[in-house]
């Protein structure tokens, strides 16, 4: 497969300015010529190694930060947006998306934002005996939206709450490990922690300064919520200093957001980043062995390990998703160039849908999506037993998984035919985008090709897709 060109000339340029040099100043110390860097700063010319070369050796610059994760993602929701029948034969090809990602980002985004805003306002119109009922309504992000967004476009990597948690799990002297960190925290700032057969998992008493958590809570479940009420307590300051940096548009968003962050926290210092990062090299991203070794859950490891992006240290680029029983993505992240839809399920073909009919079990699929790129996928189910009988339990579906050039890193590709192209199997991202013609699992169809329809004639599915 021949390599792609990477063109990053946004992320030069706001490189070249952070270091507060001048387009002759920062050429001159890249040994190239003012009009070659122009040309690249405006991606009309790819970044050459040589200027990869130079960055790392001049500036102490990590390379990987001028991937185009941040360009795919904006295509990808584009594309997605694309699709709506609002836009009809409007939607500009490819290429062109890629030069809006690429070139102008901020644009791009704006983009996103205005179809967003007009997918609620359809949405809302839909229910217009509702809508009107309301005092609040508006046109705005629902909080949960805007949160997960500032999310995945910050490659799920908060870099100051990831050092603040490395800190507090290594305590003085490599320290206790991080629950008994905890408990000393707690002891420090007289709170007393009790267990109680509460409804919900955790709860905190400002005026009786006790946190109660629930006596049904399992290992990894306790120590992360103990963690989480910890970063509230000691980590207020910087929590709400990123959080006005997000500059969030909604109370509730913010608030929403705050939960977030002291989530990422506790994973965070659950498993700390180098040491974390280390024995997943280590043991080759074996989940069951890293859980073990840390005292996490399945979940909670899948989920560190997509968001190891910290510059100069950054682990594999996998992707994450989980997903419920309708098939809803409840959390989804990547760091590969495989992205999912903002909206509705994933597709059915990944084998994240399987795991419920496996459980216990872990499921290994090698998947290759339209554009060629070819990934090794793991999924497995999750449980979350409410803890009494007749209590609901709460089900899902974890997926991880990294690009094929990754597997001799991965212990569950070990015995996996991955030279061999018939092992691979057809994946997407959403019907609504996807390009194959034949797919057997097609739920509708592409929005972005014409359609034939012959009454006299029917394979698999009541139409073809046109060329």
């Excluded at 040099?21 to 009009?35: M, N, Y």
């Excluded at 809570?217 to 997000?246: M, Y």
């Excluded at 035919?417 to 959403?430: K, R, V, W």
Aim: hydrophobic fraction near 40%.
């Amino acid at each position: 497969m021949a390599t792609r060109k990477l063109y990053a000339g946004v992320k030069l340029r706001e490189t070249r300015t952070r270091l507060g040099l001048t387009q002759k100043d920062f050429a001159a110390r890249l040994g190239i010529s003012l009009p070659y860097l122009n040309q690249m700063e405006n991606n009309n010319r790819p970044v050459s190694s040589s200027v990869l070369l130079a960055l790392a050796s001049e500036f102490g610059f990590d390379v990987t930060e001028l991937s185009e994760g941040d360009a795919e993602r904006l295509v990808s929701d584009m594309r997605e947006a694309l699709a709506d029948p609002v836009f009809s034969d409007l939607a500009p090809p490819l290429a062109d998306l890629r030069l809006a990602a690429s070139n102008a980002p901020a644009l791009a985004r704006a983009f996103l934002e205005l179809h967003r805003a007009y997918r609620q306002s359809h949405e809302r119109l839909a229910s217009l005996d509702e809508a009107l009922g309301r005092e609040d309504a508006s046109l705005g992000p629902s909080p949960w939206e805007e949160v997960r967004d500032f999310f995945h476009y910050c490659d799920n990597y908060i870099d100051a709450m990831d050092r603040a948690a490395e800190r507090f799990a290594r305590g003085p002297e490599g320290g206790p490990d991080p629950e008994q960190r905890a408990l000393a925290a707690l002891e420090s700032q007289g709170i007393s922690l009790t267990f109680k057969d509460i409804p919900g998992l955790r709860a905190y008493d400002e005026d009786s300064r006790t946190l109660t958590l629930s006596s049904h809570l399992r290992g990894p479940t306790r120590r992360f919520q103990l963690l989480h009420q910890i970063a509230l307590l000691t980590q207020s300051q910087l929590l709400e200093a990123t959080l006005d940096l997000a500059r969030f548009q909604s109370p509730a968003a913010r608030a929403i957001a705050r939960i977030g962050m002291a989530n990422y926290f506790a994973g965070a210092a659950l498993l700390p980043y180098n040491r974390f990062l280390e024995a997943a090299q280590e043991t080759r991203h074996d989940l069951e062995l890293l859980a073990d070794r840390f005292g996490a859950s399945i979940e909670q490891v899948a989920h560190r390990l997509s968001t190891l992006q910290r510059p100069g240290a950054k682990g594999l680029p996998f992707f994450f998703v989980r997903v419920d029983q309708a098939g809803t993505i409840t959390k989804r992240h990547s760091t590969t160039r495989l992205q999912f839809a903002r909206f509705g399920g994933a597709c059915p073909l990944w084998n994240v849908h399987r795991a419920f009919e496996t459980p216990g079990r872990f499921l290994r699929q090698l998947a290759e999506t339209p554009d060629g790129l070819r990934y090794v996928s793991l999924a497995r189910d999750v449980s979350k037993p409410g803890g009494a009988w007749r209590a609901p339990v709460r089900r899902y579906a974890i997926g991880l998984g990294c690009e094929v050039r990754h597997a001799d890193q991965l212990v569950y590709a070990d015995d996996l035919d991955t030279g061999n192209s018939a092992a691979y199997e057809p994946i997407g991202i959403s019907c609504r985008i996807c390009e194959r013609r034949d797919c057997h699992q097609r739920a509708v169809p592409p929005l972005e090709r014409r359609l034939t329809v012959d009454a006299n004639r029917r394979g698999l599915l009541p139409y073809e897709v046109a060329d």
